[in-house]
Structure formats: C-alpha cells, structure tokens
C-alpha cells in the first residue's frame, strides 16, 4: 500500500496555505514554491476547491487560501478528497463476502487503525 504522489502534493498545498496566511497565493507560486508542474496543481486544486479544502478567487488579484483552519482539516480528508475510499483488501470492499475468519478480522482492524490515524492527525499537525 503506498500514498499516491497527488496525496502528497495535495497535503503539501495545504501545509504551504497555511503557512502562509496572508492573503492569496496563486497557482504559478505555489507550483513553483512545491515543484510541481502547474498542470499537476491545477488538477489538485480542482479537487481540495471542490472538497471545501480550499479557497480559489479569479481575476488579476486571484489565487487560493484554505477555506478552514489547518487545524480542522484532517489528513483523512485530503485522502478521501484525493484517492477515495480506503481499502486495504478487496474483501472489505463493500458487497464482498463478509467472512469472520481471523485474517478477515486483522485485515478490518488494521484498515480501522490507519483511518482513526489519519483522522486524528490535521494538516497543522503535519505543519509543526
């Protein structure tokens, strides 16, 4: 199981509107600040904008801001924003048989302990 490298890019968005407060920052800055291609920031952006993640105001004074404190953004949102749901063996998928053997029961239990990890953590958390 690996993060996809939009996950990260898109945490890293977020950690960079927050540390930078003030005001908008616009894509071209921000792509350049995380080295990223602006293309790969676009299609992030469209994404976190539509999750309620960020802010994005046109126009020659435009740019992007986090739409909440860092510290009520949960690193599991971005995740769901960014990679859907998390599933760590296609028989936890929804519909698959639901067998009780103790595999299936570690496999649940592993799955539930990295979203309550993810959950508990903010991208404030990440930021300090």
Same mark, same amino acid.
């Given at each position: 199981?690996?993060?996809?490298? !939009?996950?990260? !890019?898109?945490?890293?968005?977020?950690?960079?509107?927050?540390?930078?407060?003030?005001? %908008? @920052?616009?894509?071209?800055?921000?792509?350049?600040?995380?080295? /990223?291609? !602006?293309?790969? =920031?676009?299609?992030?952006?469209?994404?976190?904008?539509?999750?309620?993640?960020?802010?994005?105001? @046109?126009? @020659?004074? *435009?740019? =992007?801001? %986090?739409?909440?404190?860092?510290?009520? /953004?949960?690193? !599991?949102?971005? =995740?769901?924003?960014?990679?859907?749901?998390?599933?760590?063996?296609?028989? %936890?998928?929804? *519909?698959?048989?639901?067998?009780?053997?103790?595999?299936?029961? =570690?496999?649940?239990?592993?799955?539930?302990?990295? /979203?309550?990890?993810?959950?508990?953590?903010?991208?404030?958390?990440?930021?300090?």
């Amino acid at each position: 199981m690996q993060l996809q490298a !939009y996950t990260e !890019y898109a945490i890293q968005i977020l950690q960079y509107l927050h540390a930078h407060p003030q005001g %908008l @920052r616009t894509g071209t800055e921000l792509a350049e600040e995380l080295g /990223i291609s !602006y293309p790969t =920031f676009l299609a992030l952006a469209v994404k976190l904008r539509r999750a309620g993640l960020i802010v994005s105001v @046109r126009g @020659r004074n *435009g740019g =992007f801001s %986090l739409n909440k404190p860092a510290k009520k /953004i949960r690193v !599991y949102d971005v =995740f769901l924003c960014i990679e859907g749901d998390l599933c760590i063996s296609r028989n %936890l998928k929804p *519909g698959r048989s639901k067998s009780d053997d103790k595999m299936q029961q =570690f496999l649940k239990s592993w799955q539930e302990s990295i /979203i309550a990890e993810l959950s508990n953590t903010t991208v404030a958390d990440l930021a300090s």
